[in-house]
């Protein structure tokens, strides 16, 4: 199993890939957030399937943008 509080070059380049995919209103488009899943399940040499619902949770971001009067 993958220790998740240590990373490699390569998986922080992958981070840092993802922090460009973000809108200006802190969402992410699904077409974006699939390609993310891919390419961190390549990085770290993942084999099965990840649906979205198991790792996006909106409902903080959305408290957030109504709290800033932005959706």
Not at 22 to 41: Q, R, T
């Amino acid at each position: 199993m993958m220790d998740w509080s240590k990373s490699d070059k390569e998986m922080a380049t992958g981070y840092e890939s993802v922090v460009k995919l973000f809108n200006d209103d802190g969402s992410v488009p699904e077409k974006g957030f699939l390609l993310v899943i891919d390419e961190l399940k390549r990085l770290g040499r993942v084999e099965r399937e990840i649906s979205l619902s198991e790792v996006e949770d909106l409902s903080l971001l959305k408290e957030a943008q109504r709290e800033l009067g932005i959706k």
